[in-house]
């Protein structure tokens, strides 16, 4: 893990080492086969704005002047399932007597190939909107206590809407998020970093004024589902079909056949 403003100090959090060679010389080449079984990777690979957090592959051969090294990088993608509360977006944002909107997203977190649908309902529209866009914005924190630095960068800028709206008015949104460059939400990252995405709606005045309302997100990497080919399937159910008929037939009277398909 290294943060850009600690320029030289590293932070490792995973470190294994195998010895492959006794000492001695090398007259020819050689080959050593290595493994590392069972290696924790807790968190995912990123490169940031101030941080990059990477997993590689260090060979080092010592001599008595100088050592020779080189290292390999290995990306490591952190993979999630479907969260099990994923709540919709709505919220209120208005200027009194001037604008009054409401704005929902159908849920609170998305995986990186995902699709957005929300929609914006104008209550009360008394100033001259001309344009309306929604941006994705990642803030990357690092740091702690008084050395803290935000770093905002804009991935994507959306517009939902070119003109004047009025009262009454409602305008979907369908924001695809498989063409960005995103990467999961990434939460005190071994206490030294942290990613956040916001959806940030932007409206825009025809004097150039600006109003906008931010709403934090999550985003998650959503693994492969791995699926079995249906004969694969028909084959189980029907060995599962045939170790049941041959338990109920040598059932006893006082067995029901229900229990003995279980066994």
Known sequence: LELYY????????VSLVKDLARPGEFTQSQTFDFEFTHVEKPYESYTGQNVKLRYFLRATVSRRL???VKEMDIVVHTLSTYPELNS?????VGIEDCLHIEFEYNKSKYHLKDVIVGKIYFLLVRIKIKHMEIDIIKRETTGTGPNVYHE?????????MDGA???GESIPIRLFLAGYE??????DINKKFSVRYYLNLVLIDEEERRYFKQQEVVLWRKGDIVRKSMSHQAAIASQ????????????????????????
Not at 6 to 13: A, L, T
Not at 88 to 92: N, R, V
Not at 240 to 255: C, D, I, L, M, V
């Open 88 to 92: 919709s977006i709505k919220m209120e």
């Open 165 to 167: 709206p009025v009262r």
């Open 66 to 68: 100088n050592d020779v």
């Open 152 to 160: 905002n960068d804009t991935i994507a800028k959306y517009e939902i």
């Open 6 to 13: 600690d320029r030289g100090n590293h932070h490792e959090f």
């Open 240 to 263: 599962r079909f045939e170790g049941t008929s041959s338990h109920t037939e040598a059932k006893t009277p006082s067995q029901p056949a229900e229990n003995n398909s279980r066994q």
């Open 182 to 187: 995103l990467t999961p939400t990434m939460r």
